[in-house]
Nanobody, 124 residues
Framework: QVQLVESGGGLVQAGGSLRLSCAAS????????MAWFRQAPGKDRVFVAG????????YYADSVKGRFTISRDNAKNTVYLQMNSLKPEDTAVYYC?????????????????WGQGTQVTVSS
């Protein structure tokens, strides 16, 4: 069982930056693929970024490439999402997800464990 707790959300102006954190429980954190998804009001939850257990391989949605960076610190059982050049369309609840076996990082149904979400609001 893995428990995930996100933090770092908030209100920021367009062009600003935020860093989200996701702290995970458990002693086998490095064996889990991790990802961030987001859900805007009235829309489906969508993939934002993913990272392999080792941290070597990363994946990004086209909409955030070049602006967002996913990273992890396995010693701290934490995954991060650095968000730069934020846009109003980045406004959403951001969720952290984990799974020991992921065939496609982009599909939400691949992940068994989810955090409660953290709100990010970007004002224009």
């Amino acid at each position: 069982q893995v428990q995930l707790v996100e933090s770092g959300g908030g209100l920021v102006q367009a062009g600003g930056s935020l860093r989200l954190s996701c702290a995970a429980s458990g002693r086998t954190f490095s064996s889990y693929a991790m990802a961030w998804f987001r859900q805007a009001p009235g829309k489906d939850r969508v993939f934002v970024a993913g990272i392999s257990g080792s941290g070597i391989t990363t994946y990004y949605a086209d909409s955030v490439k070049g602006r967002f960076t996913i990273s992890r610190d396995n010693a701290k059982n934490t995954v991060y999402l650095q968000m730069n050049s934020l846009k109003p369309e980045d406004t959403a609840v951001y969720y952290c997800a984990a799974d020991a076996r992921v065939r496609s990082y982009y599909r939400g149904r691949e992940y068994d464990y989810w955090g409660q979400g953290t709100q990010v609001t970007v004002s224009s």
